[in-house]
């Protein structure tokens, strides 16, 4: 099944809109699902629909609520989302964010009581766009499901906590990192196991904490590994502490809003100016000439090029604004039940 | 040989003064050294010295110069180091950023002109210290002498560079990353080479891109390799964004100051207030808890404990503050034969 990114704006935001939301907050989370699917990051896309539908139902994601700013100084400001749709209030923090950075040259926006907030990457794609260097942590997300060990442990009590940074560029992609802080997502490990595939190597540990490839160990007590040995371990940390403890987005947790997983997550957000220290031209053609020095290396055996971090995204970005999204026929046999369920005609 | 770090500290600093440091300078790059080595990071310790001493003789380091600020507004500025030690300007831009960052929250202070700036983790320990989060980016390593291989590629354009990231706790240790994004510091490639050992699988490639254990290689055009595969190159790259292109250091290259490695260097400080969103025993007490809850994991097979990043270098610290610091032999010789011949007696 293919859609245009159009035809699937359309048909999320009138699924949105037929489950409760509002019209403004409809619009945005099908521009951020949307957005997702068109880089190809379909983890963070529609396929979060019945979910969100689910969550409106059980009073977890409040649909028609807006964003509130709690307090704030000329560089920074704590941001409550009303427990709506995190995208809603992850793109009024980082907005803030840049808002104020404009003025002050850097600021730091926090977001507690948000929902999903889908893909970090487009909030800093959003500052890299108004020529900010943005970065993102968040954390939080394991106060009821910790699925993540801790380096040299066999209990899980962390979580993917992701982190992104995005830089303007000139001519060449901005750069754009985007991850979760352990070896691998969660939506891979669910789907290895119902494909009844092995995983890679050192990703995750059963409940021994020795690393495995069976997926099966993962739901046996065992759990995500962070990335990278001690060094990714200690950015997951830094992403509890960021998102979670330094927002003091426990304070704000009110149950059942944010369900299970969303419940005491906040996420923080810095934002300056590209140009804080020379002329953007300067800044943009240096950033230009370092993404094509690494594009010129000689890809290594087993490699066909040598990538920036970005790189992907955009590609997979003009494809399918081109030629569509393709949308699994099992996923899209799940929103056609739930669009109809809706009352929604599909398209 | 043992050292107390009070003797390390003055014979250090006597040291640099006979080999032209003022007095000011000597006893800044004692403490940094000299703490290095007290909390057992002995790569970025005394073993420097010589080092040092020829980049003076070499007019690569300008013993007795001062930073100064080029620019500043309320939340952010750019020091030049002045192209004394490096320890020196980048003490003076942590404490520029920290008292920004009292008043406005969140600040961002960058250094050019800045040799050798010793351990990143000083500097974020030194904003824990005062209550702030601190963040440090370091890039511009690779100008003339690239080691690190970008991702996939074949052939090394980039270098270590090295981030830090510190928290503030309250009972507990503060939390401290710090790490190259390399898998391996270049100084462990050149000790198993010396040592006519193999390194960890995965750290190095030779020159086609291959990864090996063979030190060897890595001097036959091969290189070193980012941490945690796309991950860590992805941070690497963020690290030459912020520490070199952001900062605008190409700008202020001026050889032969700097010699090959710091002629291009610059470093990103940002540090922000612990307590801008709740009293700070609030976030000191949900800090320790954190930490309280990953060390109380129990240990995976092969391990002994579960630890927090810094845990060991606050241990080491303790130890060494009471049985002193051991120095090598073949080091110790090399230092005294230095301070020898610059007419420092050995004590």
Redo the contacts between chains.
């Keep these: 099944m293919i859609r245009t990114a159009d035809q699937l704006h359309t048909f999320t935001a009138q699924l949105l809109q037929a489950a409760g939301a509002d019209q403004r907050n409809a619009q945005r989370v099908a521009q951020a699902l949307v957005g997702a699917n068109l880089c190809g990051v379909d983890t963070h896309g529609v396929w979060h629909l019945p979910g969100y539908v689910q969550a409106i139902r059980a009073g977890e994601l409040l649909p028609t609520a807006w964003p509130t700013i709690l ?1 704030e ?4 400001a ?1 941001v409550a989302g009303g427990w709506t749709f995190g995208h809603v209030g992850a793109e009024v923090a980082m907005e803030l964010a840049l808002d104020k950075a404009a003025t ?5 926006v ?1 977001l507690v009581q948000a929902h999903h907030i889908g893909r970090l990457g487009e909030y800093v794609e959003l500052a890299a766009s108004r020529n900010m ?1 943005g970065l993102v942590w968040a954390g939080g997300f394991a106060e009821e499901q910790p699925v993540a ?7 899980p ?2 979580h993917t906590n992701p982190l992104a ?1 995005g ?1 303007p560029a000139g001519a060449e992609t901005p ?1 754009v ?1 985007d ?1 979760a802080t352990t070896a691998l997502s969660g939506v891979k490990v669910v789907e290895a196991r119902s494909q009844g595939k092995q995983l890679p190597p050192g990703c995750i ?1 059963d409940r ?3 690393p495995t490839t069976d997926p099966e160990e993962f739901f046996k007590g065992g759990g995500h590994l962070p ?9 997951m ?2 992403a ?3 998102g ?5 987005s ?2 704000f947790a009110e149950r059942p809003h944010g369900g299970p997983i969303f419940g005491h997550t906040g996420t923080a957000m ?1 934002a ?1 100016r ?1 140009d ?3 002329p953007l031209t ?2 943009a053609s ?2 230009d000439e ?1 993404e094509q ?2 594009r010129a ?5 087993g ?1 066909a ?5 970005g790189d992907l995204e955009a590609r997979t970005r003009e494809v399918r604004q081109r030629e569509g999204i393709p949308i699994p026929d099992d996923l899209w046999g799940r929103l056609s039940e739930l669009a109809s369920s809706l009352g929604v005609e599909v398209g």
């Excluded at 002050?104 to 730091?108: E, F, N, T």
């Design positions: 307090e100084g000329p560089a920074y704590r002050s040259g850097i600021a730091l926090s260097v060990m801790p380096y040299g442990g066999r209990r009590v962390l940074m830089f750069m990192l991850f540990a021994e904490g020795k990335f990278g040995g001690h060094k990714g371990y200690g950015l940390l830094a509890e502490l960021l979670r403890v330094f927002t003091g426990d304070t810095i300056f590209a804080l220290f020379q300067e800044y240096r950033t370092l020095r690494v290396v000689p890809p290594a055996l490699f090029e040598v990538l920036v971090p």
